[in-house]
């Protein structure tokens, strides 16, 4: 008897910082364990987007461009770590403005049955700004969020 796994989609989002790459391993297991697929998510927010016209005044708007490339090449490295391990996997970039509603639309949008993100268990304003973010993803998902703290992991 073949039992339907209950998260079929695992959404990873991913803000580029070595803290919400240590949730990896536990998405990792959760997929193996259900047969599930893991989406890597980053919310592209280049601070030059802001300055494009100067930049291309400037002659370097191709720094988006290698700042884009670097991100999905920084993403691709993961999936194909997830894929060695036989885990379905894949990358996505999303272009835009709030990151929390990017997240949530994509989620929505694409069927994912759980999310899991770090908390970067700092103090301060870094924990009231990703705090703040994961907080916000969970009021809006209707979906299950897991936060994983990972400096307060036993390892």
């Given at each position: ?105 994509f989620c929505q949008q694409e069927g994912v049955d759980l999310i899991i993100m ?9 924990q009231l700004l990703f705090g703040s973010v994961a907080r916000k993803l969970m ?17």
């Open positions: 008897m073949t039992r339907q796994s209950r998260y079929r989609k695992i959404a990873v989002p991913l803000d580029g910082s070595g803290w919400a790459q240590r949730v990896i391993p536990d998405a990792r297991d959760i997929a193996r364990m259900n047969g599930s697929e893991i989406i890597l998510v980053h919310v592209f927010r280049s601070a030059a987007r802001e300055y494009v016209d100067q930049l291309a005044l400037a002659g370097q708007e191709g720094q988006i461009d290698a700042e884009r490339a670097e991100i999905e090449q920084h993403l691709n490295g993961i999936k194909r770590e997830l894929e060695m391990e036989q885990i379905k996997a894949r990358a996505v970039i999303l272009e835009g403005g709030g990151v929390v509603e990017a997240i949530c639309d770090s908390t970067h268990g700092h103090t301060g304003l870094r009021e809006c998902s209707p979906i299950p969020v897991m936060l994983i703290q990972p400096d307060k992991q036993s390892g």
